[in-house]
């Protein structure tokens, strides 16, 4: 099963905090294996590609579902990643072959809020921009919540993120 799981120790305003990081496969094939990584999770960070439109489609039309049905008290936050390619021009033109076009931070604004997360990120893991920040706001969703959300009460100093 291709779960990768980290776990480190991560520092937000001079606290530190022991962080969890579950990478679940996104394929068809691990459907039912996939859930079995949720329990204990305090917050998911639901990823797509800004450079393809498919996996944004996907985030409203089977991750936040699968989320919800699982994890319906546990909050998330959408992040577009490979912003490094938005303005690439070799994904630019594989984009305009297909009648493409890049996801745009509006419209990734704009999903986080239809679909209630807890806000809207963008990185590049090549780069490293925003990084940094998607981690810190994703350990500041568990420990100072912007919406009072139902919590087991376990989570102290430490973090699990799917």
């Not at 959408?78 to 745009?104: C, F, N, V």
């Not at 986080?112 to 969703?141: H, P, R, W």
Request: a positive charge; charged letters at 25%; proline letters at 5%.
């Amino acid at each position: 099963m291709a779960i990768l799981q980290v776990g480190d120790n991560y520092s937000v305003g001079g606290k530190q905090y022991l962080l969890g990081l579950y990478d679940t496969a996104g394929q068809e094939d691990y459907d039912q294996l996939r859930p079995l990584s949720y329990p204990n999770t305090d917050v998911f960070l639901i990823c797509f590609s800004v450079v393809n439109p498919a996996s944004y489609h996907n985030v409203q039309e089977e991750w936040v579902s699968e989320v919800r049905a699982y994890m319906p008290h546990v909050p998330y936050v959408l992040i577009g990643t490979q912003i490094d390619l938005r303005d690439d021009p070799k994904t630019l033109a594989r984009l305009l072959h297909m009648k493409e076009k890049p996801i745009t931070y509006e419209q990734g604004m704009k999903l986080a809020k239809m679909i209630g997360a807890q806000c809207y990120l963008e990185c590049s893991a090549l780069t490293q921009k925003g990084l940094k920040n998607v981690f810190d706001e994703a350990i500041l969703t568990v420990f100072h919540p912007k919406k009072k959300k139902k919590r087991c009460g376990k989570c102290r100093n430490s973090c699990s993120i799917v």
